[in-house]
C-alpha cells in the first residue's frame, strides 16, 4: 500500500500537478473573461437609457397608466418615473444652484427613464421604439444618444471577436502544455514500458496504472485549479461587491465545471496518445527519442 502511495505522491507527480494546476487556472481565466464579456455586454446595454419628456397636463392617473404601458413594452428592462420637482432637486444637488429662483419657476418636465432590454440595444430597434414613443400625443420629446448606441455596439462586437480568439489561441496553448507535462512524465517510463511489453504484457495491461495516474492527475488538478480561482474571485467580490453584476453564480459553476472537464480530459487523452507513442517503438528507437 505504501509503495502504491509513494508512487502517486512522488516529486514527478507533484510537479506534474503544481504545472497542470496553473495550466487549469489559465485555461479557467480564459472561460471565465469569455463568459463575462457576454453578461458586461448584457450590464453596458441595459443601462443605455432613454428619457421620455412628458406633458405638464397629466394628472397622476395617466401617469400611472403611461407608466404600465410603458413596462410591458417588448423594448423595456425597467422604467422609474421622475416628477418635475424630483428633477429640480437632483439639478440642484448636481449644480449647486437652484434655476427656479433665477426664472421664477421651475424649468424642468417630468420624465420617464427607461433602461433598454439587451436584445433591442441596437440602432434599429431603439429607433423604432423612439419612433413609436413620438407618436404618443402626450410625449413632449424623446431623449437618447444614437452614437453612444453605436459605438457600444460596435466595439462589443470588436471585443468579443479579440475574446474569441484569445481563447481559442490559449486553449491550444493549454492543451500543449498539459500534453508536454504528461509527456515528460511518461518518457522517464519508456524503458519500464518497453520491458512490460517483452515480457508479454498486453498494451490494455501497461496501459493501465498510467491512465490511471493521468486520472488522477487530471481530477486533483482541476480541484486544486477551482479552489484558487473561487479564492481569487471571493477576494474579488470583497475588494469590489458591484462585480457581482457580471460574474455571477452561473458563470463560476460554468468556469468550475469547465475546468474540472477539461483537467480530466486533456491528462486523460494526453496520456493515452503518449503511452501509444512509446507501445509503437522498439526497443532500438527508444534510445534515439
Known sequence: MSKKRHSFLNTQFITATISTTLVLVLLGVIVLFVLTAQNLSTFVKENINISVLISDDLDGLQIRKMETTLRQAPYTKSVEYISKEEALREEIVAQGIDPAEFIGMNPYTASFEIKINAEHANP????????????????????????????????????????????????????????NTVRLTIFS???????????????????????TRGFVLGILSAIIADALLIGGLYWLYKFEPQISTVINLQAILIVSAAVFF????????????????????????????
Open 124 to 179: 434599429d430597434s431603439i429607433g423604432a421604439a423612439v419612433k413609436e414613443l413620438k407618436g404618443n400625443s402626450n410625449v413632449v420629446d424623446v431623449i437618447y444618444s444614437k452614437d453612444l448606441i453605436k459605438s457600444v455596439n460596435d466595439n462589443i462586437r470588436k471585443v468579443s471577436i479579440i475574446l474569441l480568439i484569445i481563447a481559442a489561441l490559449f486553449t491550444y496553448i493549454s492543451f500543449a502544455l498539459i500534453n
Open 189 to 211: 517510463k519508456r524503458f519500464i514500458i518497453n520491458t512490460m511489453k517483452l515480457v508479454g504484457a498486453s498494451w490494455s495491461f501497461i496501459r493501465r496504472p498510467f491512465l
Open 262 to 289: 477539461f483537467g480530466i480530459v486533456i491528462t486523460f487523452l494526453c496520456t493515452f496518445l503518449s503511452l501509444n507513442k512509446y507501445l509503437k517503438m522498439s526497443s532500438n528507437e527508444l534510445y534515439y527519442v
